[in-house]
C-alpha cells in the first residue's frame, strides 16, 4: 500500500494513477497534527489495513497529477542519518565504522516543494539520494535477527548538505539540519510492496541529467545491523526514520533554478525545486568526474557571494 498526505495533509492511498481520501477511515486517531495521523496509523496498521483497502476501493479518487502532494512523514520525532554507508562501488576496502547523526525533522519537506540554499559560507551543497526506511513499533535494543520486523515501510530520501562551514571540525549539525535539507516522499510504501530493500535500483537526475545511479546492494552496514545499533543508543517509536546513506560517487553541486529527481525502485518519484537566492554556481561535474581527471577535493565555487578570490597574476617579467 501506498500512503501519502495531499492538499491540506489529507490521508490519502494510491491506486494506480489516483489518488484516494481515506480520512473517514482514520477519524478516530487522536491527532494534534498530521504527524500524529500517520504515527498512529503506523502504530495500529494491523487494525486499519481493511478500512484502508475498503476506502481505496470505493473511492472514485483524484488523478495524482492534480493534487498537491505532501511530505508522508512531515514530522518525525527521529530522523536518524546512517553516515558513510556504502561501499562506493568497490572502491572502499572495508566499510568504515558504522556512524550516524540525527536530522532535524523541521528540516522536512515533501514532493513539489522547494529545497532553499541559505547565506552561508558552504562550499559547496550537495543532495544525497537515499532510500529512507520508517518504524512501524516501539524498537529498543532490537536484535538484528528480529529487525526487519520493525520495518514498516520505506521512502524516497535526500540528505541536504551544506559542506565545508566554518570552523573546522565543528560543522555537522550545521552542515545537515538546514530548513528544507530533508526532501521526503511522495508517499510512503508498505513494506509488503518491497520484495528486497538490498536490492533496489537509486537514480538521481539534476535537471535531467543523471548523477547519481547506484543499487542497495552497495550497502556497507545493512538495515538489520543499523537499527541494532541505532536501538542500542535510543528507542525509535512508529513513524521515525532512519535513512541508509549513499554512494557518494555521483554528488554534485546543487544549484539555483535546478530541478532534482530522485527515484528508488518500486518508491516513486520524489521531485523538488532548489532555490538560491544569492545565485551563486559550481561547476556541473560530479566526485567521480573530478577523480577521473585527476582532481582533488571538492567542485570549487565558481560565482556568487562567498566565491574564493581569484589569484592575482605575477607582473610581467616575474
Same mark, same amino acid.
Given at each position: ?7 491540506? @495533509?489529507?490521508?490519502?492511498? %494510491? #491506486? ?8 473517514? #477511515? ?6 494534534? &497534527? ?11 496498521? #494491523? ?27 512531515? $514530522? ?13 562501488? &568497490? ?6 565504522? *558504522?556512524? #550516524? ?8 519537506? =515533501?514532493?513539489?516543494?522547494?529545497? !532553499? ?39 524516497? @530520501? *535526500?540528505? &541536504?548538505?551544506?559542506?565545508? %562551514?566554518?570552523?573546522? =571540525? ?7 539540519? $538546514? ?14 510492496? !518491497? ?12 535537471? =535531467? ?15 538489520? $545491523? ?6 542500542? *543508543? ?15 560517487? &555521483? ?10 529527481? %530522485?527515484?528508488?525502485? =518500486?518508491?516513486?518519484? %520524489?521531485?523538488? $525545486? ?45
Amino acid at each position: 500500500m501506498k500512503l501519502l498526505f495531499f492538499d491540506d @495533509f489529507t490521508l490519502g492511498v %494510491l #491506486a494506480g494513477d489516483r489518488v484516494v481520501d481515506v480520512s473517514q #477511515a482514520v477519524q478516530d486517531i487522536p491527532r494534534v &497534527g498530521p504527524q500524529d495521523v500517520v504515527a498512529g496509523l503506523i502504530a495500529r496498521f #494491523a487494525e486499519y489495513r481493511g478500512r484502508l483497502e475498503e476506502a481505496a476501493r470505493r473511492g472514485p479518487g483524484v488523478p495524482v497529477e492534480q493534487v498537491r502532494l505532501r511530505p508522508p512523514l512531515p $514530522r518525525p520525532a527521529s530522523l536518524v542519518c546512517m553516515a558513510v554507508n556504502y561501499m562506493e562501488d &568497490g572502491t572502499r576496502a572495508e566499510p568504515a565504522p *558504522i556512524n #550516524a547523526f540525527l536530522k532535524a525533522p523541521t528540516a522536512v519537506i =515533501g514532493d513539489g516543494d522547494t529545497m !532553499v540554499l541559505p547565506d552561508v559560507p558552504a562550499t559547496i551543497f550537495e543532495g544525497e539520494a537515499e532510500v529512507a526506511l520508517v518504524i512501524g513499533r516501539r524498537a529498543s535494543h532490537v536484535r538484528a535477527a528480529e529487525a526487519m520486523d520493525y520495518v514498516f515501510g520505506y521512502a524516497n @530520501f *535526500i540528505d &541536504g548538505s551544506a559542506r565545508g %562551514l566554518p570552523p573546522a =571540525g565543528n560543522t555537522f549539525y550545521q552542515m545537515k539540519s $538546514r530548513d528544507t535539507f530533508a526532501p521526503l516522499g511522495p508517499w510512503l510504501v508498505t513494506a509488503d510492496e !518491497v520484495a528486497d530493500p538490498h536490492r533496489l535500483a537509486v537514480r538521481l537526475w539534476v535537471n =535531467g541529467e543523471l548523477k547519481q545511479d547506484f543499487d542497495t546492494s552497495d550497502m556497507a552496514h545493512r538495515i538489520p $545491523r543499523c537499527l541494532e545499533w541505532v536501538t542500542a *543508543i535510543h528507542a525509535l517509536e512508529p513513524g521515525d526514520v532512519l535513512a541508509t546513506g549513499t554512494n557518494h560517487r &555521483g554528488l554534485s553541486a546543487f544549484q539555483d533554478g535546478d530541478r532534482i529527481e %530522485l527515484e528508488t525502485e =518500486g518508491l516513486g518519484r %520524489l521531485r523538488v $525545486r532548489v532555490r538560491d537566492d544569492l545565485k551563486r554556481t559550481w561547476a556541473r561535474e560530479t566526485r567521480l568526474d573530478r577523480q577521473r581527471k585527476g582532481l582533488e577535493g571538492q567542485t570549487p565555487q565558481l560565482t556568487g557571494k562567498y566565491a574564493p578570490a581569484p589569484r592575482a597574476r605575477p607582473p610581467a617579467g616575474a
